[in-house]
């Protein structure tokens, strides 16, 4: 998940569908901060900042949410925005079907 501090779209999207995520199907979240300096490995090992990853993923809208496979790559169309509360459960979890899907 691409995220930026104080963004309201992000928090429900932590607090909200990620939670049950994580518990229910074993799926591992990790969080990106746009803007953020604190530096962070990227998906080959080279150490990066949040916001040079942010970038180099071509992220404009907070939240986005990536799904990545066994070398790196995207296996399902992203997540971006949360503007559409009544539906997001539902991208949400077709995206994680179809990365789930990608892997076997």
């Known amino acids: 998940m691409v995220s930026l501090e104080g963004c309201p779209f992000c928090r429900v999207v932590r607090e909200n569908y990620l939670p049950s995520i994580v518990n229910d199907q074993k799926i591992h979240v990790v969080q990106i901060d746009m803007r953020k300096t604190t530096m962070v490995k990227d998906l080959q090992g080279r150490q990066t900042t949040h916001d040079q990853l942010s970038k180099a993923w071509g992220i404009k809208v907070a939240p986005t949410l990536l799904f990545f496979g066994k070398n790196g790559n995207e296996i ?17 979890q077709d995206r994680i079907d179809k990365a789930i899907l990608s892997l076997k």
Not at 76 to 87: K, T
């Open 76 to 92: 399902a169309e992203r997540l971006v925005g949360a503007s559409v509360p009544d539906f997001y459960g539902t991208y949400l």
